[in-house]
């Protein structure tokens, strides 16, 4: 800073000033520190201004690590709400929840002097593990919650905040859409049952179709795969098809769209297909996929302003974001 102001031609706290945006600073003055910190190179120690004003700038998130759309989708939503309100993230994607691997990974932030850690939490295992440790700075967990209670401390100095979007409803939506329609038969093909995601949109399903009167069959117990949903719609296709399926996530309604174009299904003519999530290319799909959009970047901005509310000591309440029916060509009437 000192090479900086001798270059410049101003006093040091002048480049203080400037780069912190102190707002008495003069246009042309501005100008001329800042080309000389061009000109030399010139970074901020960010380590040691963390010394000084106790503050790292930096926020931890705990995930899983997987390449599944929801949570990867959900981190890149934390690191960009986090850069708009001047955070950078520290990441940590873990295989296995157990309490060293866990405790590990938050003694990793903590080295770091991460001021909050926003952990992506859709599995059981993760929010069990997470609520058995309690973390000395701001934790928020980022999951759709609606049976996260189950795993919560009770003691509500060690509770954590969540943020989520709310999947039980969506999932609704897509049944009340398609007994809209028409339909009568409508087959849930659920994602597998340690997910709160998946759990939440089987209880959604199953409460709708008992609500609309209809007969509520056996779900279909699947991974998030393509061609888990490919081989459950080969099955339902031998065994004797519904007029609707409910597939818990694009890629599996991606499987049932390849099986039924293989055996001759017509969509929707014969069979309606729904998925969840709204995955880049699902209005692609053939034919274009009804599905539930989930706000990704409002999540983010949801959780970063949860951690950053509890720095401040305001008080902060979990919050569920709503899920958008978006509807497309794979639905339609049931064939009379």
């Excluded at 309490?99 to 599995?123: K, S, Y």
């Excluded at 309690?134 to 209670?149: C, F, I, N, R």
């Excluded at 969540?162 to 339909?183: E, T, Y």
Aim: aromatic residues 4%.
């Amino acid at each position: 800073m000192s090479d900086v102001a001798a270059l410049a031609g101003v006093s040091h706290q002048t480049v203080s000033r400037v780069l912190n945006a102190h707002p008495s600073v003069r246009p042309q003055t501005r100008e001329r520190v800042l080309a000389a910190i061009a000109e030399l190179g010139y970074r901020r120690n960010s380590a040691a201004r963390a010394l000084v004003t106790r503050r790292s700038g930096a926020l931890g998130v705990l995930t899983s690590a997987t390449g599944h759309h929801g949570p990867a989708s959900t981190l890149l939503g934390v690191e960009r709400a986090a850069r708009e309100v001047g955070y950078y993230v520290s990441v940590a994607a873990v295989d296995h929840f157990e309490p060293d691997t866990l405790r590990a990974a938050l003694d990793h932030f903590m080295d770091q002097g991460v001021e909050g850690v926003a952990i992506i939490a859709p599995q059981v295992d993760v929010a069990e593990a997470v609520n058995a440790f309690a973390a000395p700075v701001p934790t928020v967990m980022v999951t759709s919650g609606a049976g996260l209670d189950d795993t919560r401390s009770h003691d509500p100095a060690h509770r954590l905040v969540s943020v989520g979007v709310d999947q039980r409803a969506g999932a609704r939506d897509l049944v009340r859409h398609l007994v809209g329609l028409g339909h009568r038969e409508i087959v849930h093909l659920a994602g597998p049952q340690d997910w709160f995601d998946a759990r939440d949109r089987l209880t959604g399903w199953r409460e709708e179709s008992s609500a609309a009167g209809l007969t509520v069959p056996e779900p279909v117990l699947c991974d998030w795969s393509a061609d888990s949903g490919y081989r459950a719609a080969l099955r339902l296709i031998a065994d004797g098809l519904p007029t609707a399926i409910l597939a818990a996530n694009d890629q599996l309604a991606l499987g049932v769209l390849r099986a039924c174009w293989e055996q001759g299904i017509d969509v929707p003519g014969r069979l309606s297909v729904t998925g969840f999530d709204d995955e880049v290319g699902a209005g692609f799909y053939t034919p274009p996929l009804t599905t539930v959009r989930q706000d990704f970047a409002a999540l983010g901005r949801a959780a970063v302003a949860a951690l950053v509310d509890s720095l401040a000591g305001t008080p902060v309440a979990d919050l569920t974001l709503p899920a958008t029916v978006v509807l497309r060509a794979s639905t339609a009437p049931p064939h009379p």
